[in-house]
């Protein structure tokens, strides 16, 4: 085993790729996979074309390929830069066209595809914008050029093809032209892709043998990098450089390739040699701590699910037993403990394992990380020797959006051929799509005068109601089609169609999308009135289902705060779970914090949306009958309007809380991870005091700028909340705030949100404060911030804010009507005048005088602040 180095380095990779000729020639005489379909074709070529040692035949020379377009077709041809042979020819489409591959042995299959835009006199190819669809799946869609960084395209997928032939069809979109250059159809060993994983955090995933996949990375990790020439089934495995995280944590190792040893099980298909005789441990990335994580970090598509595939060997011990280490992924450890030589009972032999993950936190990143185990303090070293991410097809069936192909399709394909055919003449178009417009008129016109039974447009009601939802087959009263969900009740707020829902967000447009969360996606939707909406559509593929929609739509409809986002309605039709908030324009705290670009808000700016979401979830603990525990707070859960008022949102996994006599309530752990209360997490027993744990982590994400748990960093800086309290005790937190507010904050009042922050944050519920006790030390920060001449006070006190002196504070009529276990419309007025009351003498110094101690027990006493 070599150590590459940055000396001697050139001498070591002419080794390596000498090796790489060597030991493929090697690979190639023992592979015993020969693909039964084996389809190469170079679209619009008049020769055969080699590329990567394979040949390319034309697409019209194959007898058991067919091509089918309803209009003339255009073959472009150019000697010029084209990235590769397989990119100098292509063909042109103006209508649908469709390519049919006979298929000898039904199963996994490569479907892989060319796409350059050569120059062309008819067309702007780098402006042509196209779909791509196959048997069921979608695999691209409305792609063009011009609205990406990519000269070239290439993208390889991998199908379950069950029938004996696979349909692959080019759709231009907008008046536009589809082409491609070329396109590979080559069999799998089904093996290759088992249908079980293991769903990151802990859990069994099953069914993907019917997905399809698409490759996002494949990565030789600390080899060169591999062409079709290395690979028996023709994969290009990337260095992995450009993904490291922090360069100088890995060392790249190799052996010689021919002392990898193969157990049962894994193949020369399963990675070739030159994956598992190279590999990255763990470096020198300069720091003091040397229990450091090699990390990958990946961008990905939030709204899909990902097959991870860990390749393992362990080619650094000298014996066995010798490295024991963990594997990450996101924030979630995949794998405590891995020692490789006991896993497999010997050195240098080739390991795997499967993960289905999503994206970190739902942002557009996806990290991989490997470290050192804490029991093996003797040899902190970790290794990984390859990877492989795949995006995962959707509940739809698709790889490239929500549309599935019967919506981008003209006409799915029989059963019999599964051949795409186009649609009939031009004139048969016109007559189809005016009886639709004349039906849709007629069904506008009925249901205008159907009011009595139609839902108009009304807020929720304000004091909810008995009726629960229910798991049953009904039929929807507004479009006749079977519900999943029965939502008899009609106080539950407006009840959209699914119709409405589609025009609102104009069929869930990308370019209205929101953002993602555990639920699913949130579009920015237009009611017919004009009013803003933001819709939230379920994903049936997330970890919140049923229970979670039918939880939002019973509190929301029996909660009304101006610090709680408003439900307006839901759609449950077509076994959707859609529901309709009122539009938050400035979108989630956590985008202004940090991630995307905007700029950065002044302290006093943060001080008042936490305040504002503070007093949402002291409403939440204390304004009904029986207290609700959020048990999701995060920045990502607080929404800001156009005049950046915070609102709390997302209520699927809220909880009744404890009765009068119980002091928690015994629940499954859920939440998210990084803003979970550890005694929750250890006791799965729930009390407010969890929320105020997770609102502490949100204080700290609010002052230092960034998410609560970060895996590249360092291990003592990945947890927010541990990595700021230890700055905190030492009174030392200016040292890690934002940097855009250093120099800009009182340092009084840093002091007293730090205490707050420090309060929340305690190990036992029972030290830490109510919400109503936090929000007082907010409004006091916010207060000794607003304070331009400021001494050092006594922070327990007001005693020493310039302009209040002691005097008697009047008496106010505090009273709030209770409804049903709920609060009624005089709450707002209530919570609004007890503030006016209360802190009007701290927010404005010319104000009423008050007795201090007196006003401390009147804010214990009213508790609605």
Same mark, same amino acid.
């Given at each position: ?29 023992? %592979? ?6 084996? *389809? ?70 490569? $479907? ?5 835009? $050569? ?10 914008? !196209? ?60 093996? &290759? ?65 021919? =002392? ?46 990902? /097959? ?16 024991? !280490? ?60 390859? $990877? ?23 006409? =799915? ?36 005068? #159907? ?29 006749? #089609? ?20 589609? &025009? ?74 859609? &529901?309709?908030?009122?539009?938050? %324009? ?6 202004? /914090? ?19 979401? %503070? ?33 709390? %949102? ?9 009765? &009068? ?164 419309? #005089? ?7 007890? =503030? ?22 009147? *804010? ?6």
């Amino acid at each position: 085993m070599r150590k590459m180095k940055e000396t001697g380095w050139i001498s070591l990779a002419a080794r390596m790729w000498l090796l790489c000729w060597v030991v493929a020639e090697f690979d190639a005489a023992a %592979a015993l996979f020969l693909p039964v379909d084996n *389809y190469l074709l170079a679209c619009g070529s008049s020769q055969n074309v080699s590329y990567h040692g394979q040949v390319f035949v034309p697409d019209s020379q194959r007898s058991s390929v067919s091509l089918k377009t309803s209009g003339d077709d255009v073959i472009s041809t150019s000697n010029g830069n084209a990235p590769s042979p397989v990119y100098q020819s292509l063909r042109i489409f103006s209508k649908p066209a469709f390519y049919e591959f006979d298929i000898q042995q039904p199963g996994r299959h490569w $479907l892989r595809l060319y796409f350059y835009p $050569l120059s062309n006199s008819e067309h702007d190819l780098t402006s042509a914008q !196209f779909t791509v669809v196959t048997d069921g799946m979608v695999l691209i869609n409305n792609f063009t050029f011009s609205n990406s960084n990519r000269s070239y395209l290439f993208k390889e997928y991998s199908l379950n093809v069950t029938s004996d032939s696979l349909a692959v069809a080019f759709i231009p979109s907008n008046n536009s032209v589809s082409f491609v250059n070329g396109i590979e159809v080559v069999s799998v060993p089904d093996e &290759l892709i088992y249908d079980q994983a293991l769903a990151i955090p802990n859990a069994p995933f099953s069914g993907i043998s019917v997905l399809g996949l698409e490759t996002m990375y494949r990565l030789n990790i600390g080899g060169p990098l591999l062409t079709p020439q290395n690979d028996s089934l023709g994969r290009i495995w990337e260095t992995d450089g450009r993904y490291l995280h922090v360069n100088s944590s890995a060392v790249k190792v190799f052996v010689d390739p021919s =002392t990898v040893k193969y157990p049962e099980g894994v193949t020369v298909e399963t990675a070739p040699r030159l994956v598992y005789s190279t590999a990255d441990t763990m470096g020198d990335p300069n720091v003091t701590d040397l229990s450091f994580n090699i990390t990958w970090v990946f961008s990905v598509d939030p709204s899909f699910l990902y /097959l991870l595939r860990l390749h393992f060997c362990d080619i650094v011990s000298k014996a066995l037993n010798t490295l024991l !280490f963990n594997v990450y992924i996101n924030s979630d450890i995949a794998i405590d403990g891995l020692d490789l030589s006991s896993l497999k009972g010997d050195l240098s032999v080739p390991y795997y394992k499967d993960f289905v993950s999503n994206s970190s936190n739902g942002s557009s990143t996806l990290t991989v990380s490997v470290g050192p185990n804490s029991l093996n303090e003797d040899n902190n070293n970790a290794i990984l020797n390859g $990877l492989e991410i795949m995006k995962m097809s959707n509940q739809v069936g698709s790889l490239d959006g929500l549309h599935s192909a019967k919506d981008l399709l003209p006409q =799915t394909p029989s059963s019999s051929s599964r051949i795409w055919v186009i649609l009939g003449g031009v004139s048969g178009a016109v007559v189809a799509a005016t009886l639709a417009a004349a039906c849709y008129c007629c069904l506008v016109v009925r249901r205008s005068k #159907t009011s009595p039974h139609s839902h108009p447009w009304l807020p929720l009601p304000l004091y909810g109601n008995s009726h629960t939802i229910s798991k049953v087959s009904t039929t929807s009263q507004r479009s006749g #089609t079977a519900s999943c969900i029965s939502l008899a009740s009609t106080n539950l707020g407006r009840v959209f169609t699914f119709q409405e829902i589609i &025009l609102a967000t104009n069929k869930f447009d990308e370019s209205l999308l929101l953002g993602v969360g555990g639920f699913g996606k949130v579009y920015k939707g237009t009611l017919e009135d004009g009013t803003k909406v933001a819709v939230k559509r379920g994903n049936p593929r997330s970890e919140q289902g049923l229970t979670e929609f039918q939880t939002e739509i019973e509190m929301l409809s029996k909660l009304r705060h101006r610090h709680l986002v408003s439900l307006i309605g839901y759609c449950d039709e077509r076994s959707e779970m859609i &529901l309709v908030y009122e539009y938050m %324009a400035n979108g989630p705290l956590r985008s202004h /914090l940090y991630g995307a670009n905007l700029p950065p808000l002044s302290w006093k700016q943060r001080l008042e949306i936490c305040i504002g979401a %503070a007093k949402g979830l002291h409403y939440l603990h204390t304004g009904a009958a029986q207290s609700i525990i959020h048990r999701d707070v995060k920045t990502t859960n607080i929404l800001l309007d156009d005049s950046f008022i915070a609102k709390v %949102a997302d209520f699927g996994l809220s909880k009744t809380g404890p009765a &009068l006599d119980q002091t928690h309530v015994s629940t499954a752990v859920k939440g998210s991870f990084g803003y979970l209360d550890p005694e929750y997490f250890r006791r799965q027993q729930l009390t407010e005091k969890s929320d105020v744990y997770s609102f502490g982590v949100v204080l700290m994400e609010v002052l230092c700028a960034r998410p609560a748990l970060n895996p590249v960093l360092p291990r003592e800086q990945v947890n927010i909340a541990e990595w700021a309290m230890s700055w905190q005790k030492k009174g030392m937190l200016e040292q890690i705030m934002d940097p855009a507010l250093v120099g800009k904050i009182n340092p009084v009042s840093l002091r007293k949100y730090g205490e707050t922050a420090e309060k929340c944050l305690a190990e036992q519920g029972v030290d830490r404060p109510s919400m109503g006790d936090v929000l007082w030390n907010l409004e006091y920060a916010l207060q000794l911030e607003e304070t331009s001449t400021l001494g050092d006070p006594d922070e327990n006190s007001t005693n020493n804010i310039p302009g209040i002196q002691l005097a008697q504070l009047e008496p106010f009529d505090n009273s709030v009507t209770m409804v049903e276990g709920v609060n009624s419309g #005089t709450f707002d007025d209530a919570e609004d005048a007890a =503030t006016s009351a209360v802190f009007s003498q701290l927010v404005n110094p010319r104000g009423r005088n008050v007795i201090v101690p007196y006003l401390v027990r009147v *804010y214990v006493i009213i508790g609605v602040i």
